[in-house]
């Protein structure tokens, strides 16, 4: 007998195998992976402490339980079910091995017409605001079980899709258990904050039909046509039943295996590896030259993959000599769940080309490349904390008059409201006007980031010293990464990173930089436990700042150097 969780049916099915093969056993766990997850703790923390101080309803709150045994754990939450509490907080499911569940949801909330609806909370946004006669279903966290309609928005099904398997699996449960409400709603607390609103449950209907099928249900034959049509969509529990039963197959063929059998599924590279305990397992099973593990700028996805290697086309010196006219018609009949399919494909391949002749840049122009160029030349980047605030305005000052060259920062090691945001850059910018008043200058950044940024800045506040730098920009910014964008192609992206490094130059002094590293960095340096490490964190973001702006000079300047 066996259980799989609420996370299985969303997660590479790789796990689950590793997990049943009799030949391997799951590494010692990372700590530093705990770190990953600390954001999405904390604000379910926040969340629940809102949800608990604010509703007059029952609730049992099940993590006073989890210290008792899992049997006493599931009585209790059948017991408040029975008895019909409004809101059942982490309450442990009786494990259904029959159907192979095992699962905590976040929350049940109960239906005013009986049965109950699973809840999640996601630190991330699970609602866009749309036109088009949007609708989104929401509830407060004050009052769960009262759901009222927003116009003007909607739940991102598809870019949640992990989030709606994860509630598939706990309506399937509740159905077994009898304690299903009639229509199969669930509902997630996302990060967003909607007008007026605030935080909310966003509901869903796991039964409506808004997803693409899984691509385990796409055709494994050419079309007879050669004619590939998209898929009708399906719900998300049609999706979560698909996945679910493969993973119990999975699960079973491993199980079956010898331990010194070889594996029955093969990894694909994908996002998920960069914090899976079992990379050290999976890494030595692919080639080095393996299309996953190579081409990580607009990657195939493991479905895309997966159909590659059945057709003999596993690397990426294999694709690079492939005959697309050839493959693509037993190919894409197989990918009917990516828009774009053979586009995509056709990319990859380009890449792939490149790649064998050892080329990181293809020119796609001719001839000089030209960058405006001013008397006064300042390199720009910001940073922002994982709360989407600017805390940070690094300026690389190069003035041909004397020579100089310099740099300039604008920051606040601290937790920002809109006003003190507004306050650093109007800081900034203020000192921008000074230096550029008179004279000949242009500002150098890469990518739309710096000019969106101030644009939501001024638009929000009002200031002058704003709005003269979203004026002023519009004549006298430079973005590179058009520049690039324009002339070149790149085998892994043209990030500023890459291009660089590659192309320029230039090497950061950190071992790992990055946007996102640098958050982290951010709340150490606001939150660490000491003095010093405080200290260390800032000083860690600081050089990495002057390091981006250092690097849009070293690309300027070899952007010049091309003929």
Known sequence: MFALDAYAARSCPVKTHNAFHPGFSLPVADEGLREVFHGGIAFQADVLAQLVSGFAGSVLDCRALT???????????????????EVLIGPLLPRDFDAHRSGRPDLLLR??????????????????????????TWSSLTDPLRREVLEGHRFRHTWRLNDLL???????????????????????VGTDELPGLGRVLSWVDLGAPVLPPSPRATPSEPVASGVVTAPEPVSALARYDVEHTFRIEIAQVASALEPGDPPALLPVANRECGWCQWWDVCRPQLDDDDLSLRISKSPLDVFEIQVLRELGVATVAELAAADLDALLPGYLPRVTHRLGAEDRLRLARRRAVLMERGVDFDRVTEGTIDVPGATLEIDLDIETSADDRVYLWGFAVSDARDGS??????????????????????????WLRDLVGGVDARVYHYSDYEVVRLLRLASASGHEVLDWAVTWARLHFVDLFTLIRTHF?????????VVATRAAGFRWRDEAPGGLNSQTWFDSAVGGETTESRAAARQRVLEYNEDDVEATWHVRHWLRSLD
Do not use: N, W
């Open 166 to 188: 994860q509630l598939a699996h706990y309506r399937r449960m509740l159905e077994a258990l009898e304690h299903a409400a009639a229509a199969p709603l669930a509902a997630v």
């Open 489 to 497: 192609f790149g085998t892994q992206g043209l990030g500023l990173k």
């Open 405 to 430: 060259h310099y740099y300039r920062h604008f920051s606040a090691f601290e937790t920002l409201d809109d006003a003190a945001e507004q306050q650093l850059a109007t800081e900034a910018l203020g």
């Open 111 to 136: 239906d005013p017409a009986g049965g109950y609806h699973p809840a999640e909370i996601k630190s991330h946004r699970v609602t866009d605001p749309r036109g088009g006669g949007s609708r989104l």
């Open 67 to 85: 210290e008792r045994t899992s049997a006493e754990q599931e009585q209790a939450a059948l017991a408040a079910m029975a008895s019909g509490v």
